[in-house]
């Protein structure tokens, strides 16, 4: 059974950086596509940063320049960097894995990120 677990959130100052972590496990595989979407409250849950089935990378227009997703096979693992991080970034961040030959879907439970001005 495919299991996501995030870590890293946390409250952070205007201006500051957290890591968001998302293993996954059994096992991921370089064609997988990883991604972070988000959910503020009130708010749909929307796109933040993905690797998209062609390994490219992919953001919201309101984080680029200041997140950047990464990966590693080798570790299961999936991150998020966030750096100039402002009020409107808080919200509940979720770590999204789709497998490649299934097509199948999982999210992980998100961990919840606060921005204090």
């Known amino acids: 059974q495919v299991q996501l677990v995030e870590s890293g959130g946390g409250l952070v100052q205007a201006g500051g950086s957290l890591r968001l972590s998302c293993v996954v496990s059994p096992s991921i595989f370089s064609a997988d596509v990883m991604g972070w979407y988000r959910q503020a409250p009130g708010k749909q849950r929307e796109l933040v940063a993905t690797?998209?089935?062609?390994?490219?990378?992919a953001y919201s227009d309101s984080v680029k320049g200041r997140f950047t997703i990464s990966r590693d096979n080798a570790k299961n693992t999936v991150y998020l960097q966030m750096n100039s991080l402002k009020p409107e970034d808080t919200a509940v961040y979720y770590c999204n894995y789709r497998r490649a030959i299934s097509g199948q879907g999982y999210w992980g439970q998100g961990t919840q990120v606060t921005v204090s001005s």
């Open positions: 690797f998209t089935s062609g390994g490219n990378t």
